[in-house]
């Protein structure tokens, strides 16, 4: 059974920064693209960043790019999303999936569940 276990959110200052991680089991993530995703107050869960599991290869929505790094780990099974310059519209919680290929903003997770997400709050 997939497991997905995100970490590292928190209260920050508009221009300030996290590191946020997904711990993954239970699944061959080699075949897939995994991604970062966010659901802000009130709006639908997107997609923010994603990264080819075998090649490293990332993708980032316009809004993010230049601000977020995404990276993973193979060895620990794990992917992180380096956020600088952050925004009050930054604003959400924050979860990972698996995304299917080929990636774009649409894209939806692949495992069927979700982790619980971790909260990230960007004051003004």
């Known amino acids: 059974q997939v497991q997905l276990v995100e970490s590292g959110g928190g209260l920050v200052q508009a221009g300030g920064s996290l590191r946020l991680s997904c711990a993954c089991s239970?699944?061959?993530?080699?075949?897939?693209?995994m991604g970062w995703f966010r659901r802000a107050p009130g709006k639908e869960r997107d997609l923010v960043a994603a990264?080819?599991?075998?090649?490293?290869?990332?993708y980032y929505v316009d809004s993010v790019k230049g601000r977020f790094t995404i990276s993973r780990d193979t060895d620990k099974s794990t992917v992180y999303l380096q956020m600088n310059s952050l925004r009050p519209e930054d604003t959400a919680v924050y979860y990972c999936?698996?995304?299917?290929?080929?990636?774009?903003?649409?894209?939806?997770?692949?495992?069927?569940?979700w982790g619980q997400g971790t909260q990230v709050t960007v004051s003004t």
């Open positions: 999936n698996a995304v299917l290929g080929p990636v774009s903003a649409t894209s939806t997770g692949a495992c069927g569940s």
């Open positions: 239970g699944g061959t993530f080699s075949v897939y693209h």
């Open positions: 990264i080819t599991w075998i090649d490293g290869k990332p």
